[in-house]
């Protein structure tokens, strides 16, 4: 029987999370144009044969088919009206495949509209994230995993959401070059989180393992009592023709667990491009490794 959520990533020892949803539904058989989401209506044996996929390969724990669940995201393909029930089935898939033993956290990412722009309020976007975190809650996750955001506003939004929950709430933003998308450091972002309450802090996407160490530390200097949770891409993408290549083998990945490791990261997993392979590599790295941050 899995211990609660926070009690497991803060005991010092190393947790492996999974690796990339959208990448595997692709290899499946999902189309561009596609609404990830969808399949768990109407592919779920498939869905949940994914997260399974990641438990054998060694993952912990297992996010669920939902990244794109926020009920303005999911607007987009007509299937506003089932932002509910799309993630409280997403959340009882993967419950399904964790069984007792392993933690499903529900993934949530950004709804697409800009707040600065005008494009939707703030009480709307608040309102569809509810939703999203209500329909995740009530399907059985261990925790809510805000993810690959770039503004503090809508990410905000989205924590106030979640703590209307009392399920342990992860944070992480992409950083490129030093910055996220809307300009936001690695230290004020690490800044905001403690502010608004955070319990795991973290970054995804954008880079492979070996581009996160220095974000890590930046992290880390803020927040030294924190967890952080790292979801890396299979390196940076390369498009070959019409299809992007990430190029970076397990071995890769693997070579850089006890660098990031000792950058603070205590969750390692994998973002786009990753595969069970990756998970089963990164976890073989860090079967002798305990987190280095005093949690």
């Known amino acids: 029987m899995r211990k609660p959520f926070l ?45 399974l996929r990641y438990i ?84 059985g996750v261990d925790a809510l995993c805000i993810e690959t955001f770039s503004a503090l506003d809508e990410a905000e939004l989205v924590i106030r959401a979640a703590k209307t929950t009392d399920l342990p709430i992860i944070c992480t933003f992409t950083f490129e070059n030093g910055f996220s998308m809307m300009g936001v450091t690695p230290e004020a972002y690490a800044e905001k989180m403690l502010e608004l309450g955070v319990d795991v802090l973290g970054t995804n996407c954008g880079n492979g393992l070996s581009g996160m160490v220095e974000i890590i530390k930046a992290i880390h200097a803020v927040a030294p009592d924190h967890p952080i949770l790292i979801h890396a891409n299979a390196g940076l993408p390369i498009l070959q023709g019409t299809e992007t290549i990430y190029p970076e083998t397990p071995k890769d ?21 990753t595969t069970p392979e990756h998970i089963k590599a990164i976890k073989k790295a860090v079967a002798s490794h305990t987190c280095p941050a005093k949690l």
């Open 7 to 51: 009690e497991a990533v803060r005991s010092n020892k190393t947790l492996v999370s999974d690796g990339a949803w959208g990448t595997f539904l692709q290899a499946e058989g999902m189309q561009s144009g596609d609404c990830p989401e969808e399949w768990n209506l109407s592919h779920p044996e498939m869905v949940e044969s994914i997260a």
């Open 56 to 139: 054998e390969a060694g993952s912990d724990m297992i996010e669920t088919n939902t990244f794109g669940g926020s009920r303005h995201k999911l607007a987009l393909y007509d299937l506003g009206d089932k932002t509910y029930t799309l993630n409280k089935i997403g959340a009882e898939l993967s419950r399904k495949a964790a069984g007792d033993d392993h933690w499903v956290i529900g993934s949530i990412g950004p709804s697409g509209a800009m707040l600065m722009m005008e494009e939707v309020t703030e009480e709307e976007l608040y309102e569809d994230f509810l939703l999203q975190v209500k329909g995740l809650a009530e399907g």
């Open 253 to 273: 990945m693997s070579a850089f667990v006890p660098e990031i490791l000792q950058a603070g990261a205590c969750i390692i997993g994998g973002c786009c491009g």
